[in-house]
């Protein structure tokens, strides 16, 4: 018999919590007076999530969690830069969290834009301009190119999560952070590991 580690307990307890949230059956753990108080010391998140902006995404929500337990990211499109990686170090090196999820969703506004090949002005082009690599390879999938693009996307992210040096690519090839890619279904509330 194998002990689960870290990340697979904390893996098993987003996806218990989204279960109850699609259930409409959540609990809202972690949300009272009492544990506001004692999360004022400090903070102990089991797992980060790099998320996209989108007002319907909010994890503590779709993961039935409370105050303290995520350590949450987002970004339009869940992109990763040199800000976004420095705080998933902050998380993995000084919090002790040994788990990422990068969570894609579906009908993302931002990946839709580069899918149509739209050319948004001021910062919103440095999104998509992150984003076109993930629509190049989709295009050549068969299916649907906005569903394989944002997964594909998630995927690139996870990746270039993974060989982030120093910090993140040590942990991760000594087995010691796991990253993965999920992706939550707007329409069903569901949450699936991207694989």
């Given amino acids: 018999m194998t002990t689960q580690t870290n990340a697979e ?8 919590g989204n279960k109850r949230f699609v259930a409409a059956n959540a609990r809202h ?5 009492k544990h506001r108080k004692e999360a004022t010391k400090g903070q102990k998140p089991f797992a980060v999530i790099v998320g996209c902006s989108d007002s319907r995404v909010p994890p503590e929500i779709i993961f039935d969690q409370g105050l303290g337990d995520l350590f949450i990211i ?15 170090e902050y998380a993995v090196g000084h919090l002790g969290t040994d788990l990422v999820v990068v969570l894609g969703h579906g009908k993302c506004g931002a990946i839709t834009t580069a899918v149509n090949g739209e050319t948004p002005h001021g910062h919103i082009g440095s999104i998509v301009k992150a984003i076109l690599p993930a629509v190049k390879k989709a295009k050549q999938e068969s299916g649907d190119v906005l569903e394989n693009a944002i997964r594909t996307n998630v995927r690139f992210v996870v990746d270039r999560i ?7 690519a040590k942990k991760v090839n ?22």
């Fill in 74 to 88: 987002r970004v339009a499109g869940n992109i990763v830069d040199d800000c976004v990686l420095g705080s998933i």
């Fill in 9 to 16: 307990r904390a893996l098993k307890k987003l996806l218990q």
């Fill in 174 to 195: 000594a087995k010691k952070l796991h990253i993965i890619g999920a992706y939550y279904d707007i329409e069903t509330g569901e949450v699936s590991i991207i694989e």
């Fill in 162 to 168: 993974k060989s982030s040096k120093p910090i993140i």
């Fill in 29 to 33: 753990p972690n949300q009272g007076i």
